[in-house]
């Protein structure tokens, strides 16, 4: 079964400043997909950035960037330029390219939670 | 926009009461899952849905049913509620598998009380 670590309960940045969060996964399959989701107080699950396994080049969306490194099975977010409204609880994900089973399903880390400082 | 719409945003119950969360999308999504969420423990998939009438037991499944009737809606249900089951729940949506760009979409989640 595949799991995802999320080793940083708690992190924290000075606004302006760049923070990375970490996680690792372990799988036997080649093909997946990863992923990281934002969880600000407001409740509402938002979609930060994805990666494909099959894809080398690191994803990158606006201050948002990956490093995604598939043989050392690490798949870190790096925010750059951090902003007060960073602030929230971070969830690495995990889904198989597989079509058996949870089709679809996404196994989450346990979360790290951001803190921004002004 | 993809919208996923829970029906309830808190919600206190006894224990031994029959407890419904409802969860709608207007997506056409194939997909509906349901999550719980607690702190410490990220998210488990409770049950999941692949079309109407269609579902597969999660991971944590023990305590909960669900329905789906029509497409767009997706209810979880606690049988005979527990104070084990306070939590936070969260409800998704997705195209079907085979869309490799079929991210999940979440509603706002139902806090769930039970005293």
């Known amino acids: 079964a595949q799991t995802v670590t999320q080793s940083q309960p708690e992190m924290s940045v000075q606004e302006a400043e760049t923070v990375t969060l970490s996680c690792t996964y372990d799988t036997s399959e080649s093909d997946y997909y990863l992923f990281w989701y934002k969880q600000p107080p407001s409740r509402q699950m938002i979609l930060v950035i994805r990666?494909?396994?099959?894809?080398?080049q690191n994803a990158t969306e606006n201050r948002f960037s990956v490093n995604f490194q598939k043989a050392a099975k690490s798949f870190s977010l790096k925010i750059s330029d951090s902003q007060l409204g960073d602030a929230a609880m971070y969830f690495c994900?995990?889904?198989?390219?597989?079509?058996?089973?949870?089709?679809?399903?996404?196994?989450f880390g346990k979360g790290t939670k951001l803190s921004v400082k002004p | 926009d993809v919208k996923v719409t829970q029906s309830s945003r808190y919600l206190v119950k006894r224990t031994g009461e029959k407890v419904f969360l409802e969860c709608v999308q207007d997506?056409?999504?194939?997909?509906m899952f349901w999550y719980r969420q607690d702190p410490g423990l990220g998210l488990r998939l409770i049950y999941f849905s692949y079309d109407v009438k269609m579902k597969e037991k999660g991971d944590i499944p023990e305590g909960y049913s669900v329905s789906r009737e029509k497409k767009e809606r997706f209810s979880l249900i606690l049988e005979s509620a527990s104070t084990n089951q306070t939590s936070m729940y969260l409800c998704?949506?997705?195209?079907?598998?085979?869309?490799?760009?079929?991210?999940?979409?979440f509603g706002n989640g139902t806090r769930l009380t039970v005293t």
């Open positions: 997506m056409d999504h194939e997909n």
């Open positions: 994900a995990y889904r198989s390219d597989n079509y058996g089973g949870s089709q679809g399903n996404l196994i």
């Open positions: 998704a949506s997705s195209w079907p598998h085979g869309d490799r760009d079929s991210p999940l979409h």
């Open positions: 990666q494909e396994a099959y894809k080398q």
